[in-house]
């Protein structure tokens, strides 16, 4: 049996913060997790060092379920972003490291490939139409199938989705938050526009999604799926705050537009009356927030009992090795959807060296043994942790909205 011997947390930040746990057993093997929390981090590496690594000295590495179940039950208070991102961190090691005693990629062990890639999609901003269309089309060229659409809104001086940069968004830019200001009847208007301008320069052979972060009540989010209708979005990401389960049946109601939540889940009763009552088309739950590669594959099984299909979320707050491991499980479970990709700077890159590969449109986990992606740690020592929040979002008057 691999005997764990060492666990040590990793806080590095090449352009944006990573906490990583890396995992040791007696037999030289080693193990990486990603256990980034984004705008929270210390707090999940606090949580490892203090209360996760004690407990896993000395454990055998092999049993992945049984040590996640000691985490999640034995910790009494159940759930929450901390604690399942930690767990997460774990388990992904010890998946990392059964792959590579076994001499395996992860999603070998996970029953084979269901598919020959993962569909991925990008994310096309900018602050106009034009801008944005003009994203769209060199993402398409580039041999994307699947592409996310987010432009300025006339009138707010920021928006969501918006980056300074066409190829990388990074969202938690500020010692401080950061407030914005939201309208959503400005917005409103210009989504619809948005989608009939992509559709006439990319044509239908192309997927178009977009993401409205929270951000409407549910019978403005059945509004805007119906004035999307005819330009048959794959998608329509966070429509309304989640915590408000049945509001996704109003939404239903009203528009006939496929739905996707889950970003911010943390476990399989987030969604599970989301999943069994057919409420949505997609959960975005992620391997990074949600317990880990064991527990997703759980929330993936009861979704395709249901018809829904997966479509983790991918943004540049989680590392390589949590693509990695996204990459891994989608191409091994029947029920994949889509994936998000964010590619990640060079910074990051080199400090998380990868094999997963993006080709026509799809991405490859690679054929490494384990999750096929390691960290440098001599290189992240020379990039210290630098505090950054997310963004506040306001309404014209004031009020506190959701960001």
């Not at 961190?89 to 999603?107: R, S």
């Not at 927030?289 to 527990?295: Q, V």
């Not at 395709?304 to 990695?324: I, W």
């Amino acid at each position: 049996m691999p005997k764990i011997v060492s666990a040590r947390v990793i806080v590095t930040c090449p352009g944006r913060n990573f906490v990583t746990l890396k995992v040791g057993c007696d037999d030289g093997t080693t193990g990486v997790g990603d256990a980034t929390l984004n705008g929270r981090e210390l707090a999940v590496a606090s949580y490892l060092a203090d209360h996760v690594v004690p407990c896993l000295i000395g454990r055998d590495a092999h049993r992945i379920g049984d040590i996640w179940n000691f985490l999640y039950k034995g910790a009494y208070w159940r759930r929450g972003p901390v604690t399942m991102t930690a767990i997460a961190a774990v388990d992904m090691a010890l998946w990392d490291i059964k792959g590579k005693i076994a001499g395996l990629p992860v999603y070998q062990l996970l029953g084979g490939a269901a598919r020959e890639g993962c569909m991925v999609y990008g994310h096309a901003n900018g602050e106009t139409i034009e801008d944005v269309i003009e994203a769209a089309l060199d993402y398409r060229r580039q041999g994307y199938r699947a592409i996310r659409l987010q432009c300025g809104v006339p009138g707010i001086a920021a928006t969501y989705g918006v980056g300074k940069d066409r190829y990388f968004y990074e969202p938690a830019d500020a010692d401080l938050p950061r407030e914005t200001v939201w309208s959503t009847e400005k917005y409103m208007r210009v989504v619809p526009e948005l989608f009939a301008a992509a559709r006439e320069a990319l044509g239908w052979d192309v997927h178009l999604l977009h993401d409205v972060h929270h951000r409407l009540t549910p019978i403005e989010a059945g509004r805007l799926g119906r004035d999307l209708e005819p330009y048959r979005p794959f998608w329509i990401e966070d429509a309304t705050p989640a915590e408000d389960q049945e509001a996704f049946r109003l939404i239903r109601q009203h528009t006939t537009a496929p739905l996707a939540v889950g970003e911010i889940f943390n476990s399989i009763w987030d969604c599970k009356a989301l999943i069994e009552n057919r409420l949505i088309d997609y959960i975005r739950a992620t391997v990074l927030h949600a317990g880990g590669i064991t527990h997703m594959r759980q929330i993936a099984s009861l979704a395709e009992l249901h018809q829904v299909r997966t479509g983790c979320h991918g943004a540049t707050d989680l590392s390589p090795v949590t693509m990695a491991a996204a990459l891994h499980l989608g191409l091994s479970i029947p029920n994949f959807g889509i994936q998000e990709y964010m590619r990640h700077t060079a910074e990051t890159d080199a400090v998380f060296p990868h094999t997963y590969r993006f080709e026509d449109g799809l991405m490859h986990p690679g054929d490494a043994p384990g999750l096929g992606v390691d960290i440098d740690e001599a290189l992240a020592e020379t990039h210290p942790y630098a505090r950054a929040y997310l963004p506040v979002n306001r309404l014209e008057d004031g009020t506190m909205w959701n960001w």
